[in-house]
């Protein structure tokens, strides 16, 4: 590993950890020298995640996490920092998208969606912060926002709402917390083949989203790696605020 991106000393918990894009980030992560708190409201798939980065060398334990609720997030917390140390990194990952047309959304469709990808974000991290703060040793806050943060798309008025509000929620935290010497950035993906969606994107619905895509094609998990390790580590020491997009050109494309 470049030294540059190493992670070895740092504590990093990483929601919505028992499948997809996080299950991936953790194994980053923890393959990069980083401890990782690996939090899901699954807490078997975590199990198995925790073994499979222990026998590559890595420190992963794993923690029931509901972002909904603020009482589980404090338990959260706790139990990564006495079991690991006091936690460097966040990575808000956890999220949920409700497909459905706008009209018939019903109310608690529309609140599950807020609740879990915007206030679960910020509550996240903000308690998250304010260990950082009362620690002293400041970290990197890495939200998961999309392009449909920038742009939108049918179907999906809930999603895209929460994903907006996460940018900018990143750089309203990133003026406040930059005293405390902690860095708060987004990554905002495109379309990124993960064992839920990949019937999907491999399906009709999937040739038609690519000829949209100016690489032609959907992005890999890996595709996220360089992003992830720039905004968790020290080379991205001057960098707060920011929203790295991940997308193939999709966003750039009208
Ligand atoms: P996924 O469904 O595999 O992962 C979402 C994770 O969040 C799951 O582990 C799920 O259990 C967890 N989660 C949901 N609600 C939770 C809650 N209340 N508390 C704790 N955990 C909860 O999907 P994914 O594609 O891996 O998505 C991960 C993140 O990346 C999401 O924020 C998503 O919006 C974002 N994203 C994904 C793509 C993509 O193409 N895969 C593109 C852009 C953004």
Not at 4 to 22: I, K, M, Y
Not at 64 to 91: F, H, K, Q, Y
Not at 176 to 187: F, Q, S
């Amino acid at each position: 590993m470049n030294s540059l991106f190493n992670l070895e000393g740092q504590v990093a918990l990483v929601t919505g950890a028992s499948s997809g894009l996080g299950r991936h980030f953790a194994q980053t992560l923890a393959t990069a020298g980083a401890k990782v708190a690996i939090a899901a409201r699954r807490t078997e798939s975590l199990s198995d995640l925790a073994r499979k980065i222990s026998a590559e060398d890595g420190r992963a334990i794993p923690i029931r996490l509901d972002v909904t609720d603020p009482n589980s997030i404090s338990a959260c917390i706790d139990t990564a920092e006495t079991e690991l140390g006091p936690i460097t990194i966040l990575v808000n990952n956890a999220g949920i998208a409700i497909s459905k047309p706008a009209l018939e959304l019903e109310r608690e469709e529309w609140d599950r969606v807020i609740d879990t990808n915007l206030n679960g974000v910020w509550h996240m991290a903000q308690q998250v912060a304010q260990h950082m703060v009362r620690l002293g040793h400041g970290g990197s806050i890495i939200n998961v926002a999309s392009v449909l943060g920038e742009r939108a798309t049918g179907q999906l008025a809930g999603y895209c709402a929460t994903k907006a509000a996460v940018v900018n929620l990143t750089r309203a935290l990133s003026i406040e917390l930059a005293r405390y010497n902690i860095r708060v950035n987004a990554l905002a993906p495109g379309y990124i083949e993960t064992d839920i969606n990949r019937d999907f994107l491999t399906g009709p619905m999937g040739e038609k989203l690519k000829k949209k895509i100016p690489q032609r094609g959907f992005g890999q998990e890996r595709d996220l790696d360089g992003a992830l390790l720039l905004m968790a580590s020290d080379a991205s020491r001057y960098m707060t605020g920011s929203v790295i997009t991940i997308d193939g050109g999709q966003s750039a494309a009208v």
